[in-house]
């Protein structure tokens, strides 16, 4: 059965240094895309960032990047050069290919970012 | 604005009412998600809709029902509610419904409704 572990339920990281969020994924399915949402106090979930199972590169998206690696089911999420406004709740999840395209998710690492 | 609307952003009901939550997807997306989030259950998957018809069915319940229409948007109906009901539900949308992953893939989520039984 698929799944999605996220073991850190909080992380601080002070202004403007790197922080790497954990997500480790199960899987058998060989076609696959892993995800990472930002939820706010808000309460909005936003889209960060995508990687496929058969992309060979790591994925980046301005100051986020995704660090994959494939052999280890892993797909850490890197925000380099923290802001305040980075504090939220962070969601790593994963979809497989077939009929359908629901995720599944994991259960959250909340980031406070300080000043 | 991610482009996915969902209403009414709040809603305060009594147990064993009925309410209706819509959504509107992403314009040219095809297939509509609802999804519940809860402190104690996390993000749960409750169906998938794809161009008017049920594609997957995930922990929603027999009280639960849903519908995707013509114009694509789409409705969950909540009725005989129970406190154990209050959570914010989620809409999203994406372009393709299934098959090999790619960044069609992605699901685009509305702000959610927060519903609250009292």
């Known amino acids: 059965a698929q799944k999605i572990t996220q073991t850190q339920p909080g992380m601080f990281v002070q202004e403007k240094e790197a922080v790497t969020l954990d997500c480790t994924y199960d899987?058998?399915?060989?076609?696959?895309?892993l995800f990472w949402y930002k939820q706010p106090s808000s309460g909005e979930m936003i889209f960060l960032i995508y990687q496929g199972s058969y992309d060979q590169q790591n994925a980046t998206e301005g100051r986020y990047s995704l660090n994959f690696q494939k052999a280890r089911k892993s797909a850490n999420l890197v925000i380099s050069a923290s802001q305040l406004g980075d504090s939220a709740m962070y969601f790593c999840?994963?979809?497989?290919?077939?009929?359908?395209?629901?995720?599944?998710f994991g259960t959250g690492t909340l980031l406070a970012v300080q000043p | 604005d991610s482009g996915v609307t969902q209403t009414p952003k709040h809603l305060i009901t009594a147990t064993g009412q009925r309410v209706t939550l819509r959504c509107s997807p992403r314009s040219g997306d095809l297939s509509v998600y609802w999804y519940q989030q809860s402190l104690d259950q996390g993000l749960q998957f409750l169906i998938q809709?794809?161009?008017?018809?049920?594609?997957a069915k995930g922990n929603i319940l027999e009280r639960f029902s849903a519908q995707q229409f013509p114009d694509l948007h789409s409705e969950l109906n909540l009725s005989s509610l129970e406190l154990g009901d209050s959570a914010l539900y989620f809409c999203?949308?994406?372009?393709?419904?299934?098959?090999?992953?790619?960044?069609?893939?992605?699901?685009?989520f509305g702000a959610g409704s927060r519903l609250t039984v009292l």
């Open positions: 999840a994963m979809n497989y290919g077939g009929a359908t395209n629901k995720l599944i």
């Open positions: 809709y794809y161009n008017g018809e049920e594609r």
């Open positions: 899987t058998s399915d060989p076609s696959y895309g």
């Open positions: 999203a949308s994406s372009v393709r419904g299934g098959g090999a992953s790619s960044g069609a893939n992605v699901l685009t």
